[in-house]
């Protein structure tokens, strides 16, 4: 009895040992080409935690009191690094412009820093009002890039720019700065800083140019006879005052979009160069 109680006790023990060296081998991690990319960037990370994410390698792993997510591909390239930052790091200027937005009264649930190559570093923040969820995506000086509903998978992924789009911004927006992109209905929308203007440039599924357009912010930037067309149309229908002026253009057209406003009351009218009221 006591050989057999012997014998079952060093079962469990060889047992549990397995488990322990099955719990190591647990922690598995990409080439060394990855990893060795990985420590490049990050020499000081720690608590390293590998994954496969489709064609990509990620990395969890805490760097100065942040949990961060870096992701990259099969040789080695960076794409991108997501920390999750409490909201009292959010930068000051960001923080301005959402309590003065329409989203004030949302609830602030996270804050995410993506980091990616040769772009701005973008803030997204996650918000949330009763039933309602979105993402904000800031740039560090306060400007709103864009609103769109939550990804719902906890995480941001990262994609390539087609060579074709950044062709096209290069030549037609000298000098622009790249500051985010969306992928919409399979088509790309491009977030640029050109002529210290921010613009939003759309491509088609085949990466072909569609539109592109920015908020006008003085006057000055429409043509005069658009401007008279505009003070003309606001004066005969009683409007108080023009909401917000967009510049649009596409490969067979270029307008304003105006918005005009009084009360409950509010129009969208499109204004061609020469003051034509457009359908």
């Not at 149309?233 to 108080?240: C, E, F, L, Q």
Request: contains cysteine; proline residues 4%.
């Amino acid at each position: 009895m006591n050989a057999r109680i012997t014998f079952l006790s060093m079962l469990a023990i060889a047992g549990t040992a397995m488990t322990s060296c099955n719990d190591d081998d647990d922690k598995w991690s990409p080439e060394q080409q990855i990893t060795s990319a990985f420590e490049a960037r990050y020499p000081n990370a720690s608590r390293v935690e590998w994954e496969r994410e489709r064609d990509y390698y990620v990395a969890d792993f805490w760097l100065d009191n942040q949990e961060k997510e870096a992701w990259f591909t099969s040789d080695g390239q960076w794409l991108l690094t997501e920390t999750d930052i409490p909201l009292a790091d959010l930068p000051q200027a960001i923080q301005e412009s959402f309590n003065a937005s329409e989203y004030k009264d949302w609830r602030i649930e996270d804050v995410d820093k993506l980091e990616r190559p040769d772009m701005d570093d973008i803030y997204v923040l996650d918000i949330e009002l009763g039933e309602q969820d979105l993402d904000l995506y800031y740039l560090s000086d306060g400007t709103l890039l864009r609103a769109s509903n939550d990804n719902g998978n906890g995480h941001h992924t990262p994609s390539t720019l087609p060579e074709a789009i950044r062709t096209h911004i290069e030549n037609n927006y000298p000098g622009a700065s790249i500051l985010d992109y969306d992928i919409e209905n399979g088509g790309y929308e491009v977030d640029i800083l050109h002529d210290q203007k921010y613009k939003d440039v759309h491509f088609d599924t085949s990466n072909n140019w569609t539109h592109t357009t920015w908020d006008i912010r003085d006057e000055n930037e429409v043509e005069a006879q658009a401007r008279e067309a505009i003070d003309e149309y606001m004066s005969t229908n009683n409007y108080i005052y023009i909401d917000d002026v967009d510049y649009y253009e596409s490969p067979s057209a270029k307008y304003y979009i105006v918005e005009f406003e009084v009360g409950e009351r509010e129009d969208r009218v499109k204004f061609a160069l020469d003051g034509t009221i457009l359908p």
